[in-house]
């Protein structure tokens, strides 16, 4: 019923947009030369429109230079094919609430940004110039990792706490930081966006911060960082009926992930007919490792390939004394890839060259913790490839040794967290009511390791699951401890 509720708010959220007055932007004085900075006039322009009942500011063909503008209630930003709004280089252009962004809306309703048009944030080269800035004194940083913090350096789109907000056919390039958050937003949709955005480090594609009622369509997202990737900043707040569908993600971190940040929660999670490529770090990952819970997620018809891991489901504990929740996962009719080489190799900014020499983590890792167990978790019709190859005399983890495998539990979540894993197929911890059902794994080389490793491990179903794997010779499929 939820879902028929958010396709009817958007429907009525459409029509409210086609019968809005059309404003050109060379009305306000406004230069498509490139060289022109028209933050000012664009801000008249927003603000004139909402004063006078709401409107679409429509950009024709031309580059439209600009520092920060704040949208406001009723206000569509219509970038025709050819119009580029392109971000000043200048860091002192750009204003900060919690972060710094090119585009604000702060508790504005029907705001939206549509059209074939472009919005370019030149972030290599404003983060560079964030950079110089931060050396000269001019800006106070802590200068992590030889960067400026992510919340100093522009990210496109920065929305919080508004309600009926629509971006479709734009393409959003080159942030300097985060490409686009939305944060406690209510009926948010984005459709058949493209986001392209290798130019500096912490480029997550987009950014759903606990929103309620979320749509991600038909979208293509490049990024250095988290393709799409869901938050909770907010302990009494969660990320609430949110679907992804028909998406083609890439990313040199995670493909798809929630929560790094996960002090509330996700419900109502709904992934159907989405395509992963070259991807550093999962295609799929779900945590909950800051006390929050996760729940109720659907993924139905995803194919990945080439990416460093398939499945990683994990909790933690990096808040002390607030261990996450997790249950409730059903993952069905998938198609999946995992190589032994680097998935994103010649990209503009890999993901780190992990210790080596090591054998490739499993294509699935679920690990919960001894008090706190991943449960409820369904794979059906699985089809997984797996390099294989692994090597006893790296750094082996042998089966009558399992309690060298390291809990980690405040640790930051990645699916290679744990170093070497007894499994080439799955790896599962501390969990229970685990079924795989009709789930195929195919080894290309010889393993030392068995295909799936249970330990702390209750109420497991392998019902029509199948393994291949060269040379295995007598070697158990499935290795149950404890």
Wanted: charged share 25%; glycine share 8%; hydrophobic share 40%.
């Amino acid at each position: 019923m939820k879902k028929y509720v958010l396709l009817g708010a958007l429907v009525l959220q459409s029509m409210l947009l086609a019968a809005a007055k059309d404003y050109p932007a060379s009305l306000f004085g406004i230069r498509g030369d490139g060289s022109t900075l028209n933050t000012r006039s664009i801000q008249f322009a927003i603000d004139y429109i909402s004063q006078n009942g709401g409107g679409r500011l429509i950009f024709h063909v031309g580059r439209y230079l600009t520092g920060s503008i704040h949208l406001k209630s009723n206000i569509t930003l219509q970038l025709e094919e050819g119009a580029v709004l392109v971000g000043s280089l200048n860091p002192f252009d750009y204003d900060k609430k919690i972060f710094t962004a090119l585009i604000f809306a702060y508790d504005q309703h029907d705001v939206a940004i549509t059209g074939k048009g472009v919005i370019d944030g030149q972030g290599r080269a404003l983060a560079a110039n964030v950079t110089a800035n931060v050396h000269k004194g001019l800006l106070k940083d802590l200068f992590r990792n030889d960067r400026p913090e992510a919340d100093v350096r522009a990210m496109i789109i920065n929305f919080r706490n508004c309600r009926n907000v629509l971006l479709r056919g734009v393409t959003i390039r080159n942030s300097a930081s985060w490409v686009e958050t939305y944060d406690q937003c209510t009926n948010l949709r984005l459709d058949s966006i493209y986001v392209d955005s290798k130019a500096f480090w912490n480029n997550d594609g987009i950014d759903i911060v606990d929103c309620d009622s979320v749509a991600v369509t038909n979208s293509y997202i490049d990024a250095d960082d988290d393709g799409i990737c869901l938050k909770s900043h907010d302990a009494t707040k969660f990320c609430n009926n949110v679907l992804i569908r028909n998406c083609t993600i890439r990313s040199s971190a995670n493909a798809i992930k929630f929560g790094t940040a996960s002090y509330g929660g996700f419900r109502n999670i709904t992934m159907i007919n989405n395509r992963v490529f070259d991807t550093y770090r999962s295609a799929l990952a779900l945590e909950a490792v800051d006390g929050g819970f996760l729940e109720n997620v659907l993924v139905d018809s995803l194919q990945s390939y080439n990416t460093g891991n398939f499945l990683y489901l994990r909790i933690g504990e990096r808040v002390a004394g607030k261990k996450g929740r997790l249950e409730n996962i059903r993952i069905r009719n998938v198609y999946a890839e995992v190589p032994a080489g680097k998935p994103d190799v010649g990209y503009d900014y890999e993901g780190p060259i992990e210790d080596m020499p090591r054998n490739i983590t499993p294509a699935i890792v679920i690990a919960g913790m001894p008090d706190a167990k991943i449960s409820g978790v369904v794979l059906e019709n699985v089809d997984i490839k797996f390099a294989g190859g692994g090597n006893p005399l790296f750094a082996k983890i042998g089966l009558d040794e399992l309690d060298k495998v390291p809990e980690r539990a405040n640790a930051y979540p990645d699916f290679s967290m744990f170093k070497e894993l007894p499994a080439w197929g799955a790896y599962i911890r501390h969990a229970e009511k685990i079924e795989f059902l009709h789930v195929l794994l195919n080894c290309e080389k010889k393993d030392y390791r068995p295909a799936i490793v249970l330990d702390d491990v209750s109420g497991s179903k392998f019902d029509g699951a199948r393994v291949t794997e060269p040379g295995a010779g007598k070697k158990p499929t499935v290795y149950r401890h404890k």
